[in-house]
């Protein structure tokens, strides 16, 4: 199985992104995601779930900002954030719960 994430780059304080994981050869439709990220220096950490059922628990850092969702006839997960600060710098990853599979990740900054 595979996941690839897109959609990172460089956002000014307060700006808005979009990001994508594609699921290929993954259980996506029997499989909780989760995104999570790496800042430098930092330990990987959670910032949100999705159940099958669609149900996101978020990472306090991030709750009322930032969206997870699903399209389980796209296999696509997508994570939309917004009011990004300069802490949301990272490396996003997703990763499927059935497999314990990872994507490559994408770097988002957030600077002026």
């Known amino acids: 199985g595979q996941l690839v994430e897109s959609g990172g780059g460089l956002v000014q304080p307060g700006g808005s992104l979009r990001l994508s994981c594609e699921a290929s050869?993954?259980?996506?439709?029997?499989?909780?995601m989760g995104w999570y990220r790496q800042a430098p220096g930092k330990e990987r950490e959670l910032v949100a779930q999705?159940?099958?059922?669609?149900?996101?628990p978020y990472a306090d850092t991030v709750e009322g900002r930032f969206t997870a969702s699903r399209d389980n006839a796209k296999n696509l997960l997508i994570l939309q954030m917004n009011n990004l600060q300069p802490e949301d710098t990272a490396v996003y990853y997703c990763?499927?719960?059935?497999?314990?599979?990872w994507g490559q990740g994408t770097q988002v900054t957030v600077s002026s």
């Open positions: 990763k499927a719960y059935c497999g314990g599979i």
């Open positions: 050869g993954v259980m996506f439709n029997y499989s909780a």
């Open positions: 999705i159940t099958t059922d669609g149900i996101t």
